[in-house]
């Protein structure tokens, strides 16, 4: 049998269902064993724009989109006339056919450069500016079409169901579309049915009408089409495989490191996890680890940052999650949290800037920001997660890192973790300790919040231990946590801050630091999401019989120099890919280093890199053809 390994689009307007859709159809793969990994794109309105969500399945281990779509499923023009090019040339569009005769200028949601080039496009091929000009573009490249009336779908549902009202219920398009094309795909038509009911469980009348449109629509597809050429068939599953969404992984984790504090103002695209959270404030992560987390919408981040501060102070857990922009309100309360030696976690999930920028955009912008963010010189931990299983683990680790050391922790992750959707092992919080370093229980004699100790951390008190009083202020202070502006005093308490980040270094297991995915001459250097396609473009390479190595930093402040030399001393060929405009980790590696890196792989248009466009950008390093800096722009 011929492996799977095929991606699904479907696009539409934005709040026109798109999501669920990509989730029943992710679901219903899932469910019949095979490996899953979506990725949604939106623009920054909340009704009305153009919205897609890609949804790549194999059956084996996949960890990042390719360029290109196999089936497109369209109910709206502006799909066809955004994505209809990207299709393969043995791939397949599903599409509504009363749409055939819809121009581009009759599209208003169009953006003038996109606009020009399709049209330039369909006047170099003598087609017209219509949306049958681009599926007749597609035809003519060998691509299947499958026009439905998805509108007449719902007249006879109405009539079927004797529910006049369904006539006019556009929304349910989305399942009527998805449902096509899992007919086409040939999918059993019960995980289909099992994926609507748990996309909609909370809507149980809502569920039903959306279980029989999604039935009729499969059958009818299984009645009128020939198969498509591409087949999806049921896998043996892989025990304890849950689908699983990014910002639920670094949710789930704060529930089970015992996280009971996070504030938040809304942003995109931190806000998804907060609203998850605030779902789940009651939870039983183990029959002897009940937990319960206060989650508190702020009226801006200054005040999330604050009130973090707050809770971190009498001794709970606490954390905030946040975004480029907000986290730049942050900066003078993380200054406050670094002179007093107070345990935060701050979870920023990056995006495209500066200023507001690309706001629901992907990219990784923010590496020197979290590095630098504060005036004055005081230590922070800088942690990277590369995918959604880290992003569970790495948050536990992130919380001991902030206890242990008392000192704020920046968990980088960003838009495409967040907003991924992919098949991963089920979390084991078996595998998460708590560790809370100096946090005193009960105090006895005189207690002085900073006192000398060699690696410098102090016993920590917290607000209300009998006998444990301290005082907090920002400005420089002595022992007690007095003000003191005394020459003697400054100069202990920089070095005892100071030393915490090369204790640090010390304590911090290398596996944590830094990961080794292979060494080899050619060697990729990375950090956070860019370690799915380079992983998958890693083994692309392998079947080309090219030997590529990569190194994965994690720990990014304070650098742990010593390890990567000593994982980089073999490697004649240093290749830099991060999603920045700057190569921000290229600086670093270049600041740290004995050594220069050699070639940047750079992708900033907002989109994420997909494992081809990494596979061509190596060969082309590999076989002397590359220029020093290449930058990737594959994406609508």
Not at 42 to 71: C, L, P, Q, W
Not at 200 to 226: D, G, I, L, T
Not at 275 to 281: D, I, R
Not at 427 to 439: C, E, P, S, Y
Request: with cysteine.
């Amino acid at each position: 049998m011929p492996s799977i390994d095929l991606t699904w689009v479907i696009g539409g307007p934005q709040g026109g269902g798109v999501e669920s859709a990509a989730n029943i159809f992710a679901g219903a793969c899932a469910g019949c064993g095979l490996r899953v990994f979506g990725k949604r794109e939106y623009y920054s309105n909340i009704k009305g724009e153009h919205s897609y969500f890609g949804v790549r399945v194999a059956d084996r281990e996949i960890r990042s989109n390719v360029s290109g779509i196999t089936m497109l499923a369209a109910f709206d023009a502006e799909t066809l006339f955004r994505h209809a090019d990207g299709v393969f040339d043995d791939g397949a569009i599903v599409y509504e056919s009363d749409l055939e005769a819809v121009k581009a200028d009759e599209v208003p949601t169009l953006d003038k450069p996109f606009k020009a080039r399709l049209l330039k496009l369909l006047a170099s091929k003598n087609k017209p500016a219509t949306v049958r000009g681009v599926l007749d573009l597609a035809r003519e490249r060998g691509v299947t079409l499958y026009p439905v009336s998805f509108k007449a779908m719902l007249a006879t549902l109405a009539d079927e169901m004797k529910n006049p009202s369904i006539r006019g219920m556009f929304r349910m398009l989305n399942v009527l579309s998805v449902s096509v094309s899992i007919g086409l795909l040939g999918l059993p038509p019960d995980t289909l049915l099992k994926s609507v009911e748990g996309v909609f469980s909370s809507k149980p009348k809502v569920a039903e009408m959306n279980r029989n449109a999604a039935n009729y629509a499969y059958n009818f597809a299984s009645a009128k089409f020939q198969k498509f050429k591409y087949r999806l068939s049921p896998v043996p599953k892989k025990p304890n495989t849950i689908l699983v969404q990014g910002f639920q992984s670094t949710g789930f984790g704060k529930m089970a490191a015992g996280c009971r504090f996070q504030s938040y103002y809304p942003i995109t695209p931190a806000s998804d996890e907060s609203v998850f959270l605030e779902s789940h404030e009651t939870f039983d992560v183990e029959n002897n680890r009940p937990g319960s987390t206060i989650i508190v919408q702020t009226e801006d981040e200054i005040s999330a940052i604050g009130m973090m501060i707050g809770a971190a102070l009498t001794g709970a857990r606490a954390a905030t999650s946040t975004s480029g922009p907000g986290f730049s309100l942050m900066a003078e309360a993380l200054g406050w949290a670094g002179i007093n030696e107070v345990p935060i976690v701050v979870t920023l999930y990056q995006r495209s800037g500066p200023s507001t920028g690309l706001p629901t955009r992907h990219g990784q912008d923010d590496l020197m920001f979290a590095i630098h963010a504060g005036h004055g010189d005081f230590p922070r931990i800088v942690y990277a997660s590369g995918d959604i299983e880290e992003g569970f683990y790495d948050t536990a680790k992130c919380f001991n890192f902030a206890d242990t050391y008392q000192m704020p922790v920046i968990h980088m992750m960003d838009k495409l973790i967040a907003s991924t959707v992919a098949t991963v092992d089920r979390f084991d919080t078996n595998k998460i300790t708590i560790r809370r370093g100096k946090l005193l229980e009960k105090v006895e004699g005189q207690y002085l919040r900073f006192s000398p100790s060699p690696d410098g951390i102090s016993p920590r008190s917290r607000l209300g231990l009998e006998n444990g009083i301290f005082w907090n202020t920002g400005d420089e202070s002595d022992e007690e946590g007095h003000i003191s502006e005394d020459p003697a005093n400054r100069i202990y308490k920089m070095d005892k801050r100071a030393r915490k980040l090369e204790y640090a270094l010390e304590t911090i297991p290398s596996e944590d630091q830094a990961i080794s995915h292979g060494l080899a001459e050619f060697c990729i250097v990375s950090w956070g999401s860019t370690k799915g396609p380079i992983l998958d473009a890693m083994e692309m390479l392998r079947k080309d019989n090219y030997n590529v190595g990569f190194v994965q930093l994690k720990l990014l402040q304070p650098f742990p120099a010593p390890l990567v030399k000593s994982l980089l001393k073999d490697a004649k060929t240093i290749i830099d890919i991060e999603a920045n405009h700057s190569a921000q980790l290229g600086r670093l590696l270049n600041e740290n280093l004995d050594r220069k890196v050699d070639y940047y792989i750079v992708k900033y248009t907002g989109r994420a890199m997909t494992c081809d466009e990494i596979y061509d950008s190596i060969k082309k390093i590999i076989e002397g053809k590359a220029e020093k800096r290449q930058v990737l722009s594959y994406g609508v």
